[in-house]
C-alpha cells in the first residue's frame, strides 16, 4: 500500500488549529513566509513517500540484526538516511551557526509527522539524533559543541539516548553506570545500558551516546546522577575520527513490532577502556537529560499521529475496494464497498477525528515551544511556556493511547484480512504500541499533568487554557452555522465537566495525593478529549468561512463534519468522566493479589 504525505491536512493544522502564523509574527524567522512553508512541505512530502515510505513494509519483514558484531539495519535505510541528510531535513530548525537553517521547530515537528507516517522504524532515529544535538547544545562546553554539534546537526552523526537498565526502568535512581574521573577532562565509564533505540546502526561512522552514570561518591538517588558524552568512535582534534572506543552493541531485542528500529543492549567499558567527557555540571545529569526527553515526549507524541495517519490511509483504501453485503435493505444484487456500510464510516470518522484532533494539539504544543524562545516580550514568552508545559504530557500520552485506538480500528476495518500480516494494517498497531510505553509511560505523563503541571501553579495554566477553550466555543456556538452551534455547545458542556474534576482534584490534592493519583490517567484522557475538541473547533470556525466564501467549499465542509461527529463522540465521553476522575483511591483499593487470580 503506498503512502502519501497528508500535507494538506498538515498545512491545514498549522494555519487554521495550531496558529503558526504568530511565528511570523516575532520577526525571529526572517526567512518565514506562506511561500516558504508551502514549498517546504511539498518537498518534504515528495522525500518521504518517494524515499522512505517504501521501506516500511520491508521494514517489518527483514528488521536490524546482529552480525559479528556489527548491526545492520533493513535493506534500504543506509541510502534513504544519506538522502535525509543530502537534502538537509535534520537541520531544519538549528541555528545557522551550527549549521542548520533557522527555521521553527514546529517545521521540524511537521517532518516528525511525515517521516512516521512513511516508515516509524526509520523516523525514530532521526528524533534522537535532533534530540540529543539540543542537549548538547543547551549544555555542553564550546569544545564539545566545536567538535560533535555540527556534524549532529547535518545528521552526519547520529545520537542515542542512554538512560534505562535492567534494573532501572522508569525508575532512574537506580541507575548504576559508573563514571571515574581519569584527568584531562576524561571519564573512565563502564555498565550497562537496555533499550537504546539506534544504540548502534549502519547508517553513520560515528554515533554520539549521552549516558546517565554515577561520580564517585554522589549522592544516592536522582540527585547522584550525571551525564555524559561517549562517542562510538573518538574524535581528534581536528574533528576526525580516531579510535574506536569501547562501546559495543551485545545484542538487539525481539520486539513486538518497529522492528526496522534496532533497540539495543549497550555495554560499556568489557575492555575497561570507555572513555567520555561530562556533559553539563556534575550530578545534573536527569535535569539535562530532560532537555532531550522533553523533546523527545513531543516527537512520540507525532510519532502517534504518523503511524495513525498511515493505517487510516489504508484502511480508507480497503474500504473503497473491499466489497462486503448490501445497502440496508438491500436483500439481492451487487455487494457493494464496505465504506457504504454505517458502521464502517463510523471507524473511518474515529480514526479520521481522532487523528486530526491529535495532530492539532502537537502542532500547538510545537507553536507554543517555538514562542517560548522567540516571542518578542517577557509576557509572551512565559505564557507560551506554560502552555507547552502543560501540552506536552497530552502530545505524549493522548495522542499514543489514540494512536494504539486507531491502528486498532484499522485492524478492524480490514476484519480478518486485518488479523493476517499479510495485508500489513497489523504492522501499524503492533509498531504503534511502543509509543505509549517509551519516554515516559502514559500513566506517569498523566502523573506529570495532576503533579507538576496543575498542582505546581495552583491549576493557573490549565485555567488559562480552559478559559481559551470556553472562549472559542462561545464563537462557534453564535455561528449561523447549526453544525458549528452544535460543536460550541457540546464543547461548553466538556469543558464544564473539566473544570469540576480540575476543582476537585486541587481540593484533594492537599490531604490525599492517592486520590489524586487513582484519577490521573482518566484526567488526561478527559483533558486531551477537550483540547483535541477545542482545535479542532478552530479549525472548524475557520473552515466556516472559507466555505462561506466558496473556498473549495467540499474540503471545508469536510473539516467541520469531522469536527462534528468528535464533537458527539468524544466531546461527550469527556462530559462523562468527571465520576471517573473523582472516584478516589478506594476505587484501586489494595486487596490481597491472590483474590485477583481466584
Known amino acids: 500500500m503506498t503512502f502519501n504525505t497528508p500535507v494538506r491536512d498538515m498545512r491545514y493544522a498549522l494555519d487554521h488549529m ?32 518517494q524515499a522512505i515510505a517504501p521501506l516500511n513494509v520491508e521494514s517489518d519483514k527483514q528488521g536490524a540484526r546482529l552480525e559479528n558484531g556489527v548491526v545492520r539495519t533493513t535493506p534500504g535505510f543506509k541510502e534513504a538516511y544519506q538522502q535525509y541528510v543530502e537534502g538537509g531535513w535534520n537541520a531544519l530548525a538549528f541555528p545557522e551557526e551550527f549549521g542548520g537553517q533557522g527555521l521553527p521547530g514546529t517545521l521540524a515537528l511537521a517532518l516528525v509527522d511525515a517521516l512516521n507516517g512513511a516508515c516509524m522504524s526509520f523516523a525514530i532515529g532521526t528524533t534522537l539524533t535532533t534530540g540529543a544535538a539540543k542537549a548538547v547544545k543547551a549544555v555542553g562546553t564550546e569544545e564539545q559543541k566545536r567538535l560533535f554539534l555540527e556534524k549532529m546537526v547535518s545528521g552526519t552523526w547520529t545520537g542515542a539516548m542512554n538512560l534505562t537498565e535492567p534494573q532501572a526502568g522508569s525508575d532512574l535512581s537506580a541507575i548504576r553506570a559508573k563514571a571515574e574521573p581519569v584527568g584531562d577532562g576524561r571519564y573512565k565509564i563502564s555498565g550497562q545500558k537496555i533499550f537504546i533505540t539506534y544504540g548502534d546502526h549502519d547508517l553513520t561512522d560515528n554515533i554520539v551516546h549521552l549516558v546517565l552514570a554515577r561520580l564517585p561518591d554522589a549522592p544516592e538517588g536522582t540527585a547522584g546522577i550525571s551525564m555524559f558524552l561517549v562517542p562510538k568512535v573518538h574524535v581528534n582534534e581536528d574533528g576526525s575520527l580516531g579510535e574506536r572506543n569501547d562501546v559495543h552493541c551485545v545484542s538487539l531485542e525481539e520486539k513486538m513490532g518497529l522492528h526496522g528500529s534496532p533497540t539495543a543492549v549497550m555495554a560499556y567499558g568489557e575492555h575497561g577502556e570507555c572513555y567520555g567527557t561530562l556533559l553539563g555540571e556534575e550530578n545534573k545529569g536527569l535535569k539535562n537529560m530532560f532537555i532531550m526527553m522533553n523533546a523527545a515526549r513531543l516527537d512520540v507524541g507525532m510519532q502517534g499521529v504518523g503511524v495513525a495517519e498511515r493505517s487510516f490511509q489504508q484502511a480508507l483504501a480497503f474500504a473503497q475496494e473491499r466489497r462486503q453485503g448490501r445497502a440496508a435493505g438491500v436483500k439481492t444484487g451487487d455487494m457493494v464497498p464496505i465504506i457504504e ?22 502542532y ?33 500520552a493522548w495522542s499514543t493511547d489514540r494512536a494504539n485506538e486507531v491502528t486498532s480500528l484499522g485492524v478492524q476495518i480490514h476484519g480478518g484480512m486485518g488479523y493476517i500480516e499479510e495485508t500489513g494494517a497489523a504492522q501499524h498497531m503492533r509498531d504503534a ?19 507538576r503541571k496543575l498542582q505546581g501553579d495552583g491549576g493557573a495554566a490549565i485555567s488559562a487554557f480552559l478559559q481559551n477553550v470556553k472562549e472559542e466555543a462561545v464563537i462557534a456556538k453564535a455561528g449561523k452555522r447549526e453544525d458549528l452551534h452544535h460543536i460550541g455547545e457540546r464543547l461548553l458542556e466538556a469543558v464544564a465537566a473539566v473544570e469540576a474534576s480540575t476543582q476537585w482534584l486541587l481540593e484533594a490534592a492537599p490531604s490525599n495525593q492517592e486520590d489524586v493519583l487513582a484519577g490521573a490517567a482518566v484526567y488526561l484522557k478527559q483533558f486531551g478529549n477537550v483540547a483535541g475538541g477545542y482545535y479542532l473547533t478552530r479549525g472548524a470556525i475557520a473552515s466556516a468561512l472559507a466555505a462561506n466564501e466558496g473556498v473549495d467549499a467540499a474540503y471545508h465542509d469536510s473539516k467541520i463534519a469531522i469536527a462534528q461527529f468528535y464533537a458527539d463522540n468524544y466531546l461527550t465521553e469527556a462530559a462523562g468522566l468527571t465520576p471517573a476522575v473523582t472516584a478516589g483511591a478506594d476505587v484501586v483499593a489494595r486487596i490481597d493479589s491472590a483474590l485477583l487470580s481466584a
Not at 458502521?343 to 491529535?358: F, G, I, P, T, W
Not at 504544543?365 to 505564557?383: C, G, I, S
Open 18 to 49: 495550531a496558529g503558526f502564523s504568530a511565528l511570523e509574527r516575532t520577526g525571529a524567522f526572517p526567512e518565514l513566509s506562506g511561500d516558504l512553508v508551502s514549498a517546504i512541505l511539498e518537498e518534504m512530502g515528495k522525500f518521504c513517500d
Open 341 to 362: 456500510h454505517a458502521d464502517v464510516r463510523r471507524m473511518l470518522y474515529s480514526m479520521k477525528a481522532l487523528n486530526e484532533a491529535a495532530r492539532g494539539i502537537c
Open 364 to 396: 500547538a504544543n510545537a507553536v507554543a515551544y517555538d514562542l517560548a524562545r522567540n516571542a518578542p516580550d517577557d509576557a509572551q514568552r512565559k505564557e507560551a511556556s506554560a502552555l507547552e508545559g502543560l501540552l506536552t504530557p497530552i502530545s505524549k
Open 433 to 451: 504500541r511502543i509509543a505509549a510505553i517509551y519516554e515516559g509511560t502514559n500513566g506517569i505523563q498523566a502523573m506529570d499533568l495532576v503533579g
